[in-house]
């Protein structure tokens, strides 16, 4: 399965050849430089859903978000079944 994770783009690097075209995206707290290649017309506070490192389509604020709620809510409910795990016997 492939998951694709949206991030803000914060800034914007042209290149000369627009396959190299990267910028810098906000995933939450976390930065990374991005390949921009794929959504040419993505500019600095657009949203993109970004997967192995490449922006492959660009996304309104409201769909990030709806997919950042849907993350969030993923984790808490493997918390919960960790939790509720049975614990393995030590052998002695």
Same mark, same amino acid.
């Given at each position: 399965m492939c998951l694709?994770?949206?991030g803000? $783009?914060?800034t914007v690097d042209t290149a000369a050849d627009p396959w190299n075209r990267t910028g810098r995206v906000l995933f939450g707290t976390i930065e990374k430089t991005?390949?921009?290649a794929y $959504?040419? %017309?993505a500019e600095v506070g657009d949203y993109v859903l970004v997967? $192995?490192?490449f922006a492959l389509q660009q996304i309104d604020p409201e *769909? !990030? !978000?709806r997919i950042w709620e849907i993350?969030? %809510?993923m984790e808490e409910l493997q918390d919960l *079944? *960790? %939790?509720t795990k049975p614990l393995r016997e030590v052998s002695a």
């Amino acid at each position: 399965m492939c998951l694709a994770i949206p991030g803000q $783009v914060l800034t914007v690097d042209t290149a000369a050849d627009p396959w190299n075209r990267t910028g810098r995206v906000l995933f939450g707290t976390i930065e990374k430089t991005i390949n921009l290649a794929y $959504v040419p %017309a993505a500019e600095v506070g657009d949203y993109v859903l970004v997967h $192995v490192g490449f922006a492959l389509q660009q996304i309104d604020p409201e *769909e !990030a !978000a709806r997919i950042w709620e849907i993350l969030r %809510a993923m984790e808490e409910l493997q918390d919960l *079944e *960790e %939790a509720t795990k049975p614990l393995r016997e030590v052998s002695a």
